[in-house]
């Protein structure tokens, strides 16, 4: 089962919305009927979207959206009177619509983003039946928020090994991103990657590896499609953790193979 945004209630959702849509034309000092000629309706039609008295269409839903720079989930499950709009995370093109797979009881599954599929998940990230088809597990430990299982791969994140799922909270907005914290970044460049954060520079984020032999770089915020918080993460190793001393010469040894990587560069 499939949805577009978590609500207990469609009278509650719908009461919400209604307010939102009102808060927002409001703050942006525009007329009932400017706006309505934007949606390309009428403004007795859009009157009851913002009364309450009329549910609005996906359509409309997905051009209030794009009017407003806002996602069609916070639009429906989020008072935004209550959010400071100038932090939130503005996103070129950004997605629309978080989808959000459920049981028959409402629970929400965690979706997981297997090696196989995962070629194919920067361009079904937003799409309904690509999510759906995902294999689904549940973690009955993690706190509210919507979860998703990423793959890793290669050695860029000690002690996590290639093959390993790491479990990420979604994150809507730049500012719950924190300094030093590790992320599943989704880009439209890179694609996916897992990392440790910083947003110590203006529309960008420095991403860095918690091994040494690989160089931090910046990514731009409008280049960020999807942002997942760690929680916790599905491996194998069960190995013991090295000594310092191993672990100081493994270093340099890394250390020394970087060099040699940047000489062989500039030549």
Known sequence: MFIFAVTNCNNIAMSLFSDNIRSLRLHKKISQEKLAESLLITRGRYVKYEDGTSEA??????????YYHISIDLLLSVDVRKIPMDNLLQLENNRLVLPITVDRDGEN????????????????????????????????FLGPGKYRGFPIEGDSMPPHEDGSIIIGRYIEKLGD??????????????????????????????????????????????????????????GRNDSKQENPETASVMDLFLELKREIGELKGRG
């Open 57 to 66: 269409p996906y359509e409309i839903l997905k051009k209030i959206a794009h």
């Open 109 to 140: 599954f965690i979706e997981v983003v297997t090696q196989k599929v995962k070629a194919g998940y920067l361009n079904g990230y937003a799409d309904p039946e690509y999510i759906e088809s995902l294999q689904h597990i549940s973690l009955p």
């Open 177 to 234: 991103v924190k300094d030093g914290r590790t992320y599943i970044l989704i880009t439209k460049s890179e694609g996916m990657v897992y990392k440790r954060l910083n947003k110590n520079k203006k529309n960008l984020l420095v991403v860095e590896s918690d091994n040494n032999f690989y160089p931090a770089y910046e990514v731009k915020v409008s280049d960020i499609l999807e942002i997942w918080e760690y929680e916790c993460n599905i």
